[in-house]
């Protein structure tokens, strides 16, 4: 059968439209984004085949099978690539969020065993069908707002069993659902009651027996953990990221949400490929930065919603430090994965420029997931993945206008996802 074909038309301007886009874009390539004026973009089957100038269009030769969508005054750019999510989970918590705005903070309500441990104790309980129905809900809603990759953590579970059922949620994501994931495994995310009094027991338990089962069933792509105070020391994390690459799993690592314990300086160290939150950036993290090839990822959406600092977006592009931004969505720090609202913190809050933010939920987060062949940019062979505004001045308007819902459609493989 013939493939189908759309050919879009008078788009008011073309965002990353490249083919020798160089991931991560870095420094001033992420102001200076690629893109054309009054462009036309043609698809066929499930990838780009062509984009240019409207008046380089040479017209066309064969209608069969041939869609055509005039998107006169829209935009469009590259779906969003969240390189950082823990969506599959089992509970809200907004009994949480309330004891917040009463004075609590997020720390205190870890102590009392809410937070993580929370969310593990109804993770365990449910079963893995529910878990896949209500993640497969979640993630339909998400793409609708624009996200065309994303990447899903464990670290609800924190028993062999419960981890390996999270995983297999995300696998079976990943094979039901049109977008491309990457699953990373969380053990590591906070010590279980039980191990209280004995946390590296808890490590030996991750290493010994929950990262031989997931990868004997190929489960995750990456390993990570949350190498902060009351969760895992430096030192612990790097077990873990010694004991994941046995395995092949590169890391992506949480630290600097709330203390910078030599997190940032190990990871770049290891090689791994992202370290994210950095709410806390200090000198020393900026030159180990610098130094590696190791992406930062900034998570505004989590800063907005504890309060917390906002990471220095400003100050790695300053330093040509690869950053991507992604959401962090889940239930705790950050119950939101829609991306257009961290576009606008991205600029907002972080004071990035709409085009330095689009380059970081795109392209840079397409590396951040290994992802950048495949997804992120506007390029011959790529994936036709990408957003089409509604009717909009520029670009600015999408981060400017935050809270309105500025996408008419979303393609995905090449067809409209509804
Ligand atoms: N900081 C660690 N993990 C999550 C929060 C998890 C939770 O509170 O459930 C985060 O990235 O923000
Ligand atoms: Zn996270």
């Known amino acids: 059968m013939e493939q189908t074909k759309v050919l879009i038309k008078n788009?008011?301007?073309?965002?990353?439209?490249?083919?020798?886009i160089a991931a991560p874009l870095?420094?001033?390539?992420?102001?200076?984004?690629?893109?054309l004026e009054n462009a036309y973009l043609a698809v066929e089957g499930d990838h780009i085949v062509g984009y240019g100038l409207m008046e380089d269009w040479e017209g066309i030769t064969d209608w069969n099978n041939l869609e055509i969508i005039d998107a006169d005054n829209q935009i469009i750019y590259p779906t969003y690539c969240d390189s950082h999510t823990h969506m599959v989970f089992a509970n809200s918590r907004e009994e949480e969020f309330e004891d917040r705005i009463k004075g609590l903070s997020y720390e205190e309500i870890a102590q009392r065993g809410g937070g993580i441990l929370n969310s593990a104790k109804a993770l365990q309980q449910k079963d893995e069908d529910t878990l896949f129905q209500e993640a497969k809900q979640r993630l339909d809603k998400l793409i609708k707002l624009g996200t065309g990759a994303i990447e899903i953590?464990?670290?609800?579970?924190?028993?062999?069993?419960?981890?390996?059922?999270?995983?297999?949620?995300a696998k079976r994501l990943q094979k039901e659902m049109p977008i491309p994931i990457k699953t990373t495994f969380l053990g590591a995310h906070a010590i279980p009651p039980e191990y209280k009094e004995k946390p590296d027991a808890y490590v030996d338990l991750i290493i010994n027996e929950m990262l031989p089962a997931v990868a004997e069933e190929k489960l995750a792509d990456y390993i990570d953990a949350f190498c902060e105070k009351g969760y895992f020391t430096a030192e612990q994390t790097e077990r873990v990221i010694d004991a994941?690459?046995?395995?092949?799993?590169?890391?992506?690592?949480?630290?600097?949400?709330?203390?910078?314990?030599?997190?940032?300086e190990l990871c770049c160290k290891k090689g791994a490929i992202s370290v994210d939150h950095l709410e806390i950036l200090t000198d020393k993290d900026i030159a180990a930065l610098k130094n590696s090839s190791t992406m930062a990822v900034g998570l505004p959406s989590c800063s907005f919603f504890l309060g917390l600092d906002y990471t220095d977006g400003?100050?790695?592009?300053?330093?040509?430090?690869?950053?991507?931004?992604?959401?962090?969505?889940?239930?705790?720090?950050?119950?939101?994965?829609?991306?257009?609202?961290?576009?606008?913190?991205?600029?907002?809050?972080?004071?990035?420029?709409?085009t330095e933010a689009l380059a970081a939920l795109?392209?840079?987060?397409?590396k951040a997931m290994e992802l950048d062949k495949e997804v992120g940019s506007i390029s011959v062979g790529k994936k036709a993945n990408f957003i089409i505004t509604k009717p909009v001045k520029n670009l600015a308007y999408i981060p400017y206008s935050f809270g309105e819902n500025n996408i008419d459609k979303v393609f995905i493989n090449g067809k409209e996802y509804k």
């Open 26 to 35: 870095v420094g001033s390539k992420m102001k200076d984004l690629p893109f």
């Open 11 to 20: 788009i008011k301007a073309l965002y990353l439209a490249d083919e020798n």
């Open 314 to 354: 400003k100050k790695l592009i300053s330093e040509n430090i690869p950053l991507a931004i992604a959401s962090d969505f889940n239930p705790g720090s950050t119950p939101s994965g829609n991306m257009n609202f961290v576009f606008s913190l991205a600029c907002v809050k972080m004071k990035l420029l709409p």
């Open 362 to 366: 795109t392209i840079n987060g397409a």
């Open 153 to 169: 953590k464990s670290g609800y579970g924190l028993t062999k069993d419960a981890e390996l059922k999270m995983l297999r949620v």
């Open 244 to 264: 994941g690459a046995k395995y092949g799993l590169k890391a992506k690592i949480h630290v600097n949400q709330f203390n910078a314990m030599g997190g940032v």
